[in-house]
């Protein structure tokens, strides 16, 4: 198992104060949240993504340049836990119909498994060595965000999740910067800025020279 890094900061000042801002963003979702946003490299658009939650879930629409479009609908419980996860793979933006489309639940120690591809389904169940593991989409940053709200609602400083390619589990770490929420996978460190509504203002990934912008 790889370690990831996310870490919580708590004094008491601060809880009330994310109290506060995690109520107004919870109202804000519950009505319905949209925003889109460009991945940039320097002055490079490399692909756009579009996210819609409220109060039973989050959708996110990625198109990369010269990419399939992933379209992922991750579930929220009623307890602040999260269901089910499922993407679906379309050939362009517009398709209507997917490649592929697959699905993710955890279930006790397992990860249950269903693609269908075409009128062909399979099924499989990969076992998963941590509790409340969360399946993380490897391509979105905009779902490791949503994962890092979660995380953040629950209090978190860490996250175990397993990746939706290839199945590897890790151990996410999250820590709290003021309004600002540190994700550590590995190599990898985004800094997400929060906007009113509790979707990501900008989500900054250093090693990667990488910058994640809302525009709207």
Not at 25 to 34: D, F, K, R, V, Y
Not at 81 to 110: K, W
Not at 122 to 138: E, I
């Amino acid at each position: 198992m790889r370690r990831l890094s996310i870490s919580v900061f708590g004094r008491a000042a601060a809880i009330v104060a994310a109290a506060t801002s995690m109520a107004s963003s919870l109202s804000a979702q519950a009505a319905g949240a949209t925003a889109n946003y460009v991945y940039l490299r320097g002055s490079d658009t490399l692909g756009v993504e579009s996210v819609t939650a409220n109060a039973m879930q989050t959708v996110g629409r990625l198109t990369m340049r010269n990419q399939p479009t992933i379209e992922w609908t991750h579930q929220r419980q009623s307890n602040d836990r999260l269901g089910p996860l499922r993407i679906r793979v379309l050939q362009t933006a517009t398709s209507a119909t997917p490649i592929q489309d697959v699905s993710f639940t955890i279930a006790g120690d397992s990860l249950r498994v269903a693609i269908t591809t075409g009128k062909n389904v399979s099924r499989q169940a990969v076992q998963v060595p941590m509790p409340d593991v969360v399946p993380l989409v490897n391509a979105s940053v905009l779902h490791s965000a949503f994962v890092a709200d979660y995380g953040k609602r629950r209090q978190l400083d860490r996250i175990p999740i397993v990746l939706t390619t290839g199945a590897q589990t890790a151990l996410a770490e999250l820590t709290q910067q003021g309004k600002t929420s540190v994700l550590t996978m590995g190599k990898t460190v985004m800094r997400i800025a929060w906007a009113a509504d509790g979707l990501a203002q900008t989500i900054d990934i250093p090693n990667q020279g990488s910058r994640i912008v809302r525009v709207n």
